[in-house]
């Protein structure tokens, strides 16, 4: 790793115009930062840098040692407000970085380039007491154009509703998001594909941009005109808007036909009288995607129903012990093949743990899929578990989901 001693004038330029843009500010960025610590500045400016530090970090948590290192990219910032000379190490004892002090208040701020895909635990110490300790995560990948909006290509429409009353998961309430693509008309008849921990996948600010690659890949005529469902798992109606879903193992991980009940006898027949969609009939147009546990969850899908689901896109999914999915690569060998095709990501970080290690129950599937001629890919990156691995991935993954649909 290197500490940051310059930056790129393009970079300087974005945090001076980010102090002069009119109305409520962006939060600083560890790359802003570094271009503020090394720009000779007059005192109004660096007031300006250090308040836009604290900002970021939150003058409580500096205080308390409970500033997390902020990361951007491969770049990782450490701020405390202390009045000792502090620095940044390794758990090992080895120096990341000596901070450097940008105010009268005690606040010191350290950024350095780390190593991609690597995790290191860190403890910020002054005169050699630890203040605050943790572990930053780097995991950097870049996007594709078709991740990106495009000028030109017409924008699908997001729509969303709440659905508290189902019959299979009974007490829970989810958010459902529905992509529409560009000129939809009630009635029309398109593909369908179903996304697990829907919301956030379909957000075009977030980091899958479900909704973006689909503008774009159906713009192309790379993947056929198709409505997204995107659906949250399970909440308990007792937890309140935004909690952790309760339900959410319960839902993905087991094994059997249930979720695939969900969505087949509740939630598509909702969107279809929402929204007027009208799905192809043949089995081939229907997909289904997840990540994790979510992953696991199409497949599952897949392999219960293979007369209306016969698309599978899982990333770092669970085929581990969490609720029996440990069986499928022996299930696989085993049964009939069945007619439907799987995607699979994951990578060499992923998860190892008291149910399985996550890399080689993918391995095992991708295995057991080969033994028996199913169509399927697996892609291997150097992802964590989460979505990061699969984002930059998803076009190219649709492109050989959707390869022979027009």
């Known amino acids: 790793m290197r500490v940051v001693l310059f930056s790129s004038l393009l970079i300087a330029f974005s945090f ?74 390794q758990q090992d004892g080895a120096l990341i970085g000596e901070m450097i002090s940008l105010g009268d208040d005690g606040l010191q701020v350290l950024v350095t380039e780390m190593p991609n895909f690597t995790e290191t635990g860190y403890r910020v110490e002054s005169e050699g007491m630890p203040h605050l300790a943790g572990t930053v995560h780097v995991e950097h990948f870049e996007y594709t154009a078709d991740s990106l909006p495009q000028k030109n290509v017409p924008q699908g429409t997001l729509k969303k509703f709440e659905w508290k009353t189902s019959e299979v998961f009974p007490d829970t309430v989810r958010d459902v998001t529905v ?151 022996s299930l696989i060998r085993a049964s009939e093949r069945k007619p439907i095709r799987i995607y699979l990501l994951d990578g060499e970080n992923d998860l190892d743990n008291k149910f399985g290690n996550w890399p080689i129950a993918n391995k095992q599937m991708a295995a057991a899929l080969k033994y028996m001629n199913y169509d399927f890919r697996i892609d291997w990156t150097k992802c964590f578990h989460g979505s990061k691995g699969m984002a930059p991935m998803l076009p190219e993954a649709l492109r050989w989901l959707w390869r022979d649909v027009k």
């Open 179 to 329: 992509y529409l693509p560009a000129g939809f008309t009630p009635g029309e008849e398109t593909c369908l594909m179903v996304w697990q921990d829907g919301s956030r996948h379909a957000d075009p600010n977030g980091s899958m941009r479900a909704s973006v690659v689909f503008d774009n890949l159906i713009h192309k005529k790379e993947m056929p005109r198709t409505v997204g469902v995107f659906i949250d798992p399970g909440r308990m109606k007792k937890q309140p808007p935004g909690a952790k879903a309760a339900n959410r193992g319960f839902e993905y991980d087991s094994l059997g036909p249930a979720y695939a009940s969900f969505l087949i006898d509740e939630i598509l027949p909702e969107v279809s009288k929402r929204f007027q969609t009208k799905f192809r009939p043949q089995p081939e147009a229907w997909a289904i995607a997840g990540g994790s546990s979510g992953g696991i969850c199409s497949f599952t899908v897949a392999w219960e129903r293979p007369d209306k689901f016969r698309k599978v896109l899982s990333w770092v999914g669970s085929f581990v012990d969490l609720r029996g999915g440990d069986v499928y690569p």
């Open 16 to 89: 001076s115009a980010a102090q002069n843009k009119p109305g409520p500010r962006p939060p600083i960025t560890p790359r802003q930062i570094a271009a503020g610590l090394n720009k000779t500045f007059e005192p109004e400016a660096r007031q300006m840098l250090h308040d836009q530090v604290v900002r970021l970090f939150g003058r409580q948590n500096l205080t308390q040692g409970r500033a997390a290192a902020k990361i951007e990219a491969t770049m990782v910032a450490w701020a405390i407000i202390d009045p000792k000379p502090a620095r940044v190490v």
